[in-house]
């Protein structure tokens, strides 16, 4: 316990050098939204509120979904392919460490999106409400985003269809939520975006806990928190039998 | 690697820092896509310069098409300064006039533009000289180098022509020692041994006492040139590890102890002169910088190496570098694909190994 | 002609890359058409972005060779590097030429509005050229496949938005409307915008002319031979 333990702070410092990974979950983040803060200026919603403030919130959790690729990366890397004897041969439990590193990951894909709240919130001024409400919600669906990634690799024997998989998670989420193109109301659609669409989920949770419609918001955010239950029991029968 | 290759990095950056300009200026004007279709077309003449090596006169093809955009993109002005950097590069430093002459005329007097074009020009001309100077210090260096590599080769030719030497005088002498026995020694042995048999069979007192004379004759005639052969056999000089025993007993004011195993006749004589210089070396070198009292040399010789140490009990570290005759013999030692190392941590320690070379047929 | 046919063997051999090649295009027909902006059905607006996407994967190829040491081989093999590069970019075009082919013509079949279709296709297919060359130069920056792909994608959602692709470019504040000029996604946009309203023919060989423009400065840079 104590030897994985030991490892975080490494597995913290790793994760802090992969520029790569910095600059796709951090760089182009502020880049695009900043384009948005110009391309949008004073526009306004329906409800009165500046249009750029719906914008950043939904991309700065779009790329929360993007967050469970590190994890896939390091379990990958230490678990299944270049390191995986080394870490056999550590005198440490193997299924603590792949939580250790999991935990890490979603622990530096939060930190990123806090990152991108602060960025937003101090630099361009979006009202995000409460800061610990919105941590919260971004936490979960970082939670969520890694526990599906972690199925991913656990499922499918294929590294490279599971970094893909993930990505058409990731894409299908923002697809169906509408962003790149509006998306026809069928019923199907309508219910995957009310009940299982994480990205809406917690868009809504935020947006709801702004107006001050909690009750909503908890709704919300329950159906996150069902998501992460029910993904966490898939993810601990996969990883008993793989790990 | 080209020595010049900075250059050419440096060219590449200043041709890239003048389309910046270019972009940036076109970033301020009114321009619409009129500006990106000139500077893309310079960024792509640019390319092919970098890639591929183009005729010098390749300068013509920037000046047509900064004078055909200047009526759509004023700043194409500034691209000239562009086409002087190119002709000045190549040693057209006087474009300069016509080009500037052309920029007073076309355009209401701008400072700036004839202050960039004329720094063009003096960049594009230090540049150009340093070019040339660095081609022509690369060319005397290959030069040199060639030099070098061919008296590399004359050495190695040396080194071999010593060894048929060696052979050859070996041969010689073989040669003198069996004419020598066969024409002197072995006709009077043979006459003796002739008289001898014919003294046994003659009866004749006085007839058998001339005989043994003759055998007499000649065996002391036989005796003289066996003594004069091997007299001349045996070399005026020491050779081998004679040599070097007597070089440690001339060192005399030092008390050198001297120690040699293994079989000493292995050695070949380049070996030998190459250990002998080396044994010299140290011995000057602890007579002249060392405080020590008492000088170890020891000489190894095994099936496949000779090796030549030689520790003094000193302690003087001063931390000198090797001087020239240490530097010759480490370069004689590697000719012989041999090594030579020093070393001054505790007492002066020289060590000198080479390889010996199986004699060749 | 052998490597144009292994070429084309290897871009199409796994069922995954067949899949995202050739379900794309025929997935992009049946997108939705935008309200007010863009005037031609979405998947017609992002096909530009997805053309770079697949050029810069195919070109992984190249990558590929590289990394493996392929290139070496090939560099002592009697073919030459000009022949080497031509016959795997022709390939790469060939697929994306059946590409346009399926997504202008099938848009046709199924009655979509597409105003100019023919015009459409050439201006699909002269942007194909320009993002070959210049997936070919990107890689020429790499080592490394999957980072020459992240950092690519990092590149071009921002593209995306500032040439015209995802966002109208009269959005833009000055500054970014001039810079998006400078990129081939602009020239794709305007052409759209010409096969939409109609101009005159100059204006649409300027487009073109462009993005060959663009295509030879890719060429030049990116067909740097590279042996790692």
Redesign the interface.
Same mark, same amino acid.
């Given at each position: 316990m104590m030897r994985v333990l030991r490892t975080i702070p490494y597995t913290l410092i790793r994760m802090s050098r992969d520029y790569i990974t910095l600059l796709l979950l951090l760089v182009v983040p502020i880049i695009l939204i900043t384009i948005f803060y110009f391309v949008l200026g004073d526009m306004k919603n329906q409800y009165g509120d500046l249009a750029f403030y719906d914008t950043a919130q939904l991309m700065t959790l779009v790329f929360q979904l993007f967050g469970g690729s590190i994890v896939i990366a390091y379990i990958q890397d230490d678990l299944f392919s270049a390191r995986r004897q080394r870490i056999l041969v550590a005198p440490m439990s193997l299924p603590l460490y792949a939580l250790s590193i999991s935990l890490c990951g979603m622990f530096f894909s939060i930190f990123l999106g806090f990152l991108l709240v602060l960025f937003t919130g101090v630099g361009l001024n979006v009202e995000w409400g409460n800061v610990f409400w919105v941590m919260y919600i971004i936490a979960l669906l970082a939670v969520l985003s890694s526990l599906v990634s972690l199925i991913l690799i656990f499922s499918v024997k294929n590294i490279k269809l599971a970094e893909r998989l993930s990505d058409v998670y990731g894409i299908g989420c923002v697809v169906l939520a509408g962003l790149f193109f509006p998306i026809p109301d069928y019923p199907v659609i309508t219910f995957i975006n009310e009940y299982l669409n994480p990205l809406l989920l917690a868009a809504n949770a935020i947006s709801y806990a702004q107006s001050n419609l909690f009750s909503d918001a908890y709704i919300y955010m329950f159906r996150l928190g069902i998501g992460i239950v029910i993904t966490f029991i898939i993810v601990y029968v996969l990883g008993r039998r793989k790990i | 690697m080209r020595v010049y290759e900075r250059y050419f990095r440096f060219v590449i950056f200043w041709r890239i820092a003048q389309l910046l300009i270019l972009?940036h200026l076109?970033?301020l004007s009114t321009t619409?896509?009129e500006g990106?279709?000139f500077i #893309? #077309?310079l960024?792509?003449v640019m390319?092919?310069r970098i890639?591929f090596s183009i005729t010098k006169w390749s300068f013509l093809i920037e000046l047509i098409l900064c004078i055909a955009f200047i009526p759509y993109f004023p700043f194409a002005l500034y691209g000239l300064a562009i086409a002087i950097f190119e002709a000045a590069i190549v040693g057209k430093w006087w474009l300069f006039f016509p080009i500037t002459i052309l920029m007073i005329v076309s355009h209401p007097l701008d400072l700036t533009l004839i202050w960039y074009s004329f720094l063009t020009v003096i960049v594009g001309n230090f540049t150009y000289h340093s070019m040339k100077e660095r081609k022509q210090l690369e060319k005397t260096l290959d030069m040199e180098r060639k030099e070098k590599y061919e008296l590399e080769r004359i050495k190695m030719e040396l080194l071999d022509a010593y060894f048929e030497v060696e052979k050859a005088a070996e041969l010689k002498e073989r040669n003198r020692i069996s004419r020598e026995l066969h024409d002197h020694l072995g006709h009077d042995l043979t006459g003796a041994l002739l008289a001898i048999q014919a003294y046994e069979q003659v009866d004749n007192e006085k007839q058998a006492h001339g005989l043994l004379e003759q055998v007499k004759i000649r065996l002391s005639r036989s005796t003289t040139r066996l003594r004069n052969t091997v007299h001349n056999l045996t070399p005026v000089t020491y050779i081998g590890v004679e040599r070097l025993q007597r070089i440690v007993a001339d060192a005399e004011p030092l008390f050198v102890e001297f120690k040699y195993n293994g079989n000493v006749d292995n050695v070949s004589s380049q070996s030998w002169m190459m250990l002998e210089a080396c044994l010299k070396e140290a011995i000057t070198n602890v007579s002249k910088y060392s405080n020590a009292t008492k000088t170890e040399v020891e000489l190894d010789v095994t099936e496949t190496l000779v090796r030549l140490k030689i520790h003094d009990n000193g302690t003087v570290t001063k931390k000198s570098v090797n001087g020239s005759g240490i530097r010759s013999l480490q370069l004689r030692a590697r000719t012989l694909k041999g090594s030579l190392t020093i070393d001054r941590q505790n007492g002066y320690l020289l060590v000198c190994v080479l390889p010996l070379q199986r004699r060749r047929e | 002609m052998t490597v144009f046919h292994y070429v084309l063997k290897r871009s199409i051999a796994n069922k995954t890359s067949l899949l995202i090649l050739f379900l794309f295009p025929v997935v992009a027909i049946f997108l939705p058409s935008g309200e007010y902006w863009p005037h031609l059905p979405y998947g017609y607006q992002y096909f530009g972005i997805f053309i770079l996407f697949i050029s810069l994967k195919l070109s992984g190829l190249i990558l590929e060779d590289r990394m493996r040491g392929i290139a070496k081989k090939l560099s002592i093999a009697p073919i030459s590097h000009f022949s080497y590069l031509a016959q795997n970019l022709l390939a790469y075009f060939l697929i994306l030429v059946l590409q346009c082919l399926i997504l202008v013509y099938g848009g046709v079949f199924f009655g979509k509005e597409l105003y100019q279709p023919f015009w459409l296709l050439i201006l699909f297919l002269t942007f194909s050229m320009a993002s070959i060359a210049f997936a070919l130069m990107w890689i020429s920056f790499f080592r490394n496949k999957e980072i020459s792909m992240l950092i690519f994608m990092s590149m071009i959602s921002v593209i995306a938005l500032i040439g015209g692709v995802l966002i109208p470019i009269e959005l833009l504040p000055e500054v970014l409307q001039k810079v998006a000029i400078t990129l081939p996604t602009f020239w794709l946009a305007w052409g759209i915008d010409w096969i939409i309203f109609g101009g005159e023919v100059k204006e649409f060989l300027l487009v073109n002319g462009m993005l060959i423009l663009y295509m030879f400065l890719f060429l030049i840079i990116g067909s740097v031979k590279k042996l790692h």
């Open positions: - | 972009a076109w970033l619409d896509f990106i279709v #893309l #077309l960024l792509i390319s092919i890639r | -």
